[in-house]
């Protein structure tokens, strides 16, 4: 097929279609969406259930156990992971990643119908289940509202307005307020008055709870009028509420509540969460972009409302920014901008020294198509400017230029020659044509892989395979259509003969010689070359092995624990200092303070921590990404002197989907102590390693439960049950609901307790005068209680796949976690467990793993299809069983490469050298066809193979080193860095190699002699 002819023919259309290109793909590139990182699922869902006056242990048992139950029966669901704490069950179900993500809503939809059936079976006093599958939704914009001077509710009420507006706005998915305190109207009395006026705390909660509810109306047909019946008697406000009349036990009087009770407006305490920002109460809101919206477009929508809606802004009231991702993401996709522009400004350098001007100009030509038609697949495919597909086109660049190089230097060569231009084009694209596709299609199915792995790390990835497919088919295209018109519309004609050799110059002669010489001396070229590769293979054993690396972003954060059951309000006071600390250090911008649970997921990568009073988490954005690793140094050494019973661990942002503890050790049994003591074994090891850090387990201590024992038959002589004694201690406590108090549409509970000095202390509950609802009589607690009993119990019980799981965990001090991971492994899995008791690996080995294994599955089937298309190019076994024994060779660069920079190789970096393999194939593919070009031609066979080594020295290389050198900016990328070390090493050195070992290899398998005078020549 005469291609490169009829695209010549037809110059104004082939320059049409070139323009239409051109001008598409600026169209398409402005608009493209954007994001910082591509977008992966999360097949994660929470079921969350409340159960009231249950410990931890009853939670577990008869909640989270026939949740778990109904749950693990659906066909989807890979594990489920549950916390039992007192009065509370979160059951975390993960899907399996190769769900497909249409069938994903079906699948949530499948887990309320299970969760729905299985209510009937929980057991009385157990809250209805709440399935959030809304748990991966990502708020981008992430702000805070402060009010010097104003409370929680009025700044609420600020933040209530922007919800309704910003909700609006085109773009916006969803708007969520963090840290929303919960109003209620508190109801004090004291037990003395109470005592005095014979005040029945279980008839006043009644009182109230009929009074403020909402009761059966009437009908009357009135003449043709059918008219309500409505009593009055609600509370219309509080005043009316203290009018109600509460009936005195024994006088029989009637009191006015308003006489003996305190009734006031206030925030549930304690607090389920709480917001500082740089210190000061304030009041979260997060927006989330809907479904495949344009995060940069919403971001600046959201901003111009916000800006408009200033003049409504109460003076003093202040909007901070915690976490904008549309500036995130312009600034990254602007400098992944640079960084393309940066690659294609090197690479079109390096063609114009080594091609000549004209043709370096050329290929530019080509190259600039081929990005700005990747552009136009990527607007019709709808994918995003994001740093994957960025460096995509970055990885591709060298690649993108390999079938033009090698079209323009065929054409160069019958130029100089003298060969007739339009002759010329078509001989030099005749001949390449479909080794070059053959090879390209080889080099896409080395990416392939990714886009088929069911891990989250290849839905992360996927893009990477796309762009790369996409650009490289097109640059094959171009090269045999628009390469050859421009070649004959540009390039001049050589003024020589047939008889001048372009290859007559001093390096040409000197590759020749060697090639000679090594050629003549086979079998100790092989060897030296086994040698090589085996010293390699040994040490790759010493390259630092990771995940995926952190994130250069900012921005860290510091999980703040203080020992389990301490009360939100000191969890608060303690953030608060730190903060005050925080804000004085250089380099620090503003602290954002999260108390209770985790913030809003502002970012894909970001899991939220689960509820608990004793956790805190400040997220820390500092001036430069580079001063991180000092600030959490000091931080961690202040909070150590000025907390010493706390655990701070600080952490950066990470890549991808990596995140959480890098060394995770899992202890699965039935018995908690003796999973509390297997795990001190684990903690213990890991302390002992001298670059641990932040050793601890996710049951955290135990806590102290005060059990009133309660005295079964003396209550029962004083006439008071087990639920009278209940009641009357949530009195003197945290206090009993007493109804509810409408304003408008608002709906506050009516909270009935003792003012806070008869109930601030444990001596208070000896105090206690219990109520009976059968006779009306007040019985002192010590008649009905034995004693006030201590007890120490786990607040926690994690499970994992329904057995109970006690998971240690440890960071690396310094570096990646792999040596430590070495290190310890064999010492913790010597540790004797009990009989039905396992030990499960997580953390980083866990996760790389899976996205390793996944990865490699779809290896094989990818390998032998590029096995296959090599054979069909060459209609013979020794010729492809040369190209595969070529791409073990990449290992030699690769390892020097990565220990002379001290970089792991990473799952990038695996995915790296996964393409690596095509590039080497593509290369020796080209290199074994041009020798079967010469033998057709005539040529002896020593001399065709030392001729297409020559001849394929210049395109060979330079699709080696525009690749190599293209990839420069990427060195400076922390996420790229181990992916651009790995195949600028892996391909400078095999690429040199190939040069030397396919045409060795093809001499020893064709059993070619080497003339003693040839390489004298």
């Known amino acids: 097929m005469d291609i490169a002819g009829i695209a010549i023919r037809k110059k104004t259309v082939t320059l049409v279609l070139t323009a239409a290109i051109a001008i598409g793909g600026v169209v398409s590139f402005l608009g493209l969406g954007q994001l910082e990182d591509p977008e992966f699922t999360i097949f994660t869902a929470i079921v969350q259930t409340s159960y009231p006056g249950a410990s931890p242990e009853e939670v577990e048992l008869e909640v989270t156990d026939r949740l778990e139950t109904a749950i693990q029966t659906m066909g989807q669901v890979e594990h489920v992971t549950s916390i039992s704490r007192a009065g509370l069950s979160l059951v975390i179900v993960d899907l399996y990643s190769h769900t497909d993500q249409e069938k994903i809503p079906q699948a949530w939809d499948e887990l309320r119908r299970k969760v729905g059936d299985i209510q009937r079976a929980l057991p009385p006093g157990a809250g209805r289940s709440v399935v959030n599958d809304d748990w991966g939704d990502v708020y981008g914009g992430l702000f805070a509202i402060t009010g010097d001077g104003y409370s929680l509710a009025e700044i609420e009420d600020y933040a209530k307005l922007l919800r309704r507006e910003?909700?609006?706005?085109?773009?916006?998915?969803?708007?969520?307020?963090?840290?929303?305190?919960?109003?209620?109207?508190?109801?004090?009395?004291?037990?003395?008055?109470?005592?005095?006026?014979?005040?029945?705390?279980?008839?006043?909660?009644?009182?109230?709870?009929?009074?403020?509810?909402?009761?059966?109306?009437?009908?009357?047909?009135?003449?043709?009028?059918?008219?309500?019946?409505?009593?009055?008697?609600?509370?219309?406000?509080?005043?009316?509420?203290?009018?109600?009349?509460?009936?005195?036990?024994?006088?029989?009087?009637?009191?006015?509540?308003?006489?003996?009770?305190?009734?006031?407006?206030?925030?549930?305490?304690?607090?389920?969460?709480?917001?500082?920002?740089?210190?000061?109460?304030?009041i979260g809101i997060g927006i989330a972009t809907v479904e495949g919206g344009n995060v940069v477009n919403t971001g600046r929508a959201v901003m111009l409302r916000l800006m408009e809606l200033e003049a409504q802004q109460p003076v003093g009231m202040a909007l901070h920014s915690i976490y904008f991702q549309a500036e995130v993401v312009t600034q990254a996709v602007n400098g992944f901008l640079i960084n393309l522009l940066e690659a294609l400004v090197i690479v079109i350098g390096l063609l114009m020294v080594f091609m000549g001007l004209r043709s370096g100009l050329l290929i530019g030509v080509i190259l600039v198509l081929d990005i700005l038609g990747t552009f136009i697949y990527m607007s019709v495919f709808d994918i995003s400017l994001q740093r994957i597909s960025l460096g995509a086109l970055i990885i591709a660049l060298g690649m993108l230029v390999d079938n033009a190089i090698v079209v323009t230097e065929g054409?160069?060569?019958?130029?100089?020659?003298?060969?007739?231009?339009?002759?010329?084009?078509?001989?030099?694209?005749?001949?390449?044509m479909w080794p070059l596709l053959g090879a390209t299609v080889v080099a896409i199915l080395a990416f392939a892989a990714i886009s088929v792995s069911d891990d989250a790390s290849g839905e992360f990835l996927g893009s990477l395979f796309k762009v790369v497919a996409a650009s490289l088919l097109l640059s094959w295209v171009l090269a045999v259509t628009v390469t050859p018109l421009l070649g004959v519309m540009f390039l001049k004609s050589g003024e020589g003969a047939d008889e001048v050799d372009p290859y007559d110059r001093p390096f040409f002669r000197a590759y020749r010689r060697f090639l000679c010489h090594a050629i003549r001396l086979r079998w100790l070229s092989l060897a030296v070359l086994s040698a090589l590769l085996f010293t390699a293979i040994f040490g790759f054993g010493y390259v630092k092995q990771s995940f995926f690396p952190d994130s250069g972003q900012p921005q860290f954060y510091i999980d703040f624990w203080r020992p389990e059951g301490t009360h939100i309000q000191d969890t608060a006071r303690d953030v608060r200092t730190a903060t005050g600390w925080l804000l004085d250090q250089e380099g620090v911008e503003?602290?954002?303070?999260?108390?209770?649970?985790?913030?809003?997921?502002?970012?894909?990568?970001?899991?939220?921590?689960?509820?608990?009073?004793?956790?805190?988490?400040?997220?820390?954005?500092?001036?430069?990404?580079?001063?991180?690793?000092?600030?959490?140094r000091k931080t961690i050494l202040y909070l150590a002197e000025r907390f010493p019973d706390a655990e701070p661990q600080t952490h950066r942002f990470v890549f991808g989907t990596g995140g959480g503890a890098k060394i995770e050790a899992r202890i699965k049994g039935d018995d908690p102590a003796v999973l509390r003591e297997l795990s001190e074994q684990v903690k213990a090891i890991m302390r002992a390693d001298?670059?641990?850090?932040?050793?601890?387990?996710?049951?955290?201590?135990?806590?102290?439960?005060?059990?009133?024992?309660?005295?079964?038959?003396?209550?029962?002589?004083?006439?008071?049950?087990?639920?009278?004694?209940?009641?009357?201690?949530?009195?003197?406590?945290?206090?009993?609901?007493?109804?509810?108090?409408?304003?408008?549409?608002?709906?506050?509970?009516?909270?009935?307790?003792?003012?806070?000095?008869?109930?601030?202390?444990?001596?208070?509950?000896?105090?206690?005068?219990?109520?009976?609802?059968?006779?009306?009589?007040?019985?002192?607690?010590?008649?009905?209680?034995?004693?006030?009993?201590?007890?120490?119990?786990?607040?926690?019980?994690?499970?994992?796949?329904?057995?109970?799981?006690?998971?240690?965990?440890?960071?690396?001090?310094?570096?990646?976690?792999?040596?430590?991971?070495?290190?310890?492994?064999?010492?913790?899995?010597?540790?004797?467990?009990p009989p039905d008791y396992e030990l499960e690996w997580g953390g980083e080995f866990e996760k790389s793993g899976d996205a390793n294994r996944m990865l490699m599955a779809s290896v094989p089937l990818f390998f032998s299809l590029m096995v296959l298309i090599v054979v069909v190019l060459f209609n013979t076994t020794r010729q492809p069983l040369i190209v595969f024994l070529t791409v073990p060779l990449a290992i030699i660069g690769v390892t020097a490469g990565l220990l002379m920079t001290g970089q792991p190789f990473g799952f990038v970096a695996l995915l790296g050298?996964?393409?690596?393999?095509?590039?080497?194939?593509?290369?020796?593919?080209?290199?074994?066809?041009?020798?079967?070009?010469?033998?057709?031609?005539?040529?002896?066979?020593?001399?065709?193979?030392?001729?297409?080594?020559?001849?394929?020295?210049?395109?060979?290389?330079?699709?080696?080193?525009?690749?190599?050198?293209?990839?420069?900016?990427?060195?400076?990328?922390?996420?790229?860095?181990?992916?651009?070390?790995t195949i600028m090493a892996g391909l400078t050195f095999a690429t040199v190699l190939t040069l030397v070992v396919v045409p060795v290899l093809y001499a020893t398998f064709y059993g070619i002699s080497s003339p003693q005078q040839e390489c004298a020549s």
């Open 166 to 282: 910003l909700l609006l706005e085109d773009g916006v998915g969803a708007v969520e307020l963090w840290g929303v305190q919960t109003e209620v109207v508190y109801v004090e009395m004291s037990r003395a008055k109470m005592a005095q006026l014979g005040i029945n705390p279980q008839q006043a909660l009644a009182t109230l709870a009929d009074q403020g509810s909402v009761v059966p109306d009437g009908r009357l047909h009135i003449e043709e009028q059918y008219v309500r019946v409505a009593v009055t008697g609600a509370f219309d406000s509080l005043d009316e509420m203290g009018n109600v009349l509460i009936r005195g036990v024994g006088s029989g009087s009637m009191i006015r509540l308003a006489d003996v009770a305190t009734i006031k407006r206030g925030c549930l305490e304690p607090p389920r969460d709480l917001l500082l920002f740089n210190g000061e109460p304030a």
């Open 411 to 432: 054409l160069l060569v019958r130029l100089q020659r003298g060969v007739e231009s339009l002759k010329a084009a078509r001989q030099s694209v005749s001949e390449t």
């Open 590 to 632: 503003s602290v954002a303070a999260f108390t209770g649970r985790g913030g809003s997921r502002f970012m894909l990568t970001y899991r939220p921590e689960m509820p608990s009073s004793a956790y805190a988490q400040l997220l820390v954005t500092v001036e430069d990404a580079r001063l991180i690793d000092e600030i959490s």
């Open 690 to 833: 001298a670059n641990t850090k932040d050793v601890r387990d996710d049951w955290r201590q135990q806590v102290p439960v005060i059990r009133p024992e309660f005295a079964e038959a003396e209550a029962r002589q004083a006439g008071i049950s087990r639920n009278d004694l209940a009641s009357s201690l949530q009195v003197v406590t945290s206090g009993s609901i007493a109804g509810l108090y409408r304003e408008g549409d608002t709906l506050l509970p009516i909270l009935f307790r003792l003012p806070e000095e008869e109930r601030s202390s444990v001596a208070q509950l000896a105090n206690v005068q219990v109520w009976s609802s059968t006779t009306g009589r007040i019985v002192p607690v010590n008649q009905v209680v034995t004693e006030m009993k201590t007890e120490w119990e786990d607040p926690i019980i994690r499970r994992y796949d329904r057995r109970r799981t006690i998971t240690v965990k440890c960071d690396p001090r310094r570096g990646v976690a792999s040596p430590v991971f070495t290190r310890l492994r064999p010492e913790i899995e010597n540790i004797e467990l």
């Open 913 to 981: 050298f996964l393409s690596l393999s095509g590039m080497l194939i593509k290369n020796s593919v080209v290199l074994l066809d041009q020798i079967d070009i010469n033998l057709g031609q005539g040529q002896q066979p020593f001399e065709a193979v030392l001729d297409a080594g020559v001849s394929r020295l210049r395109p060979v290389s330079m699709a080696a080193f525009t690749t190599v050198f293209g990839m420069t900016p990427l060195v400076f990328d922390i996420f790229w860095r181990g992916m651009a070390i």
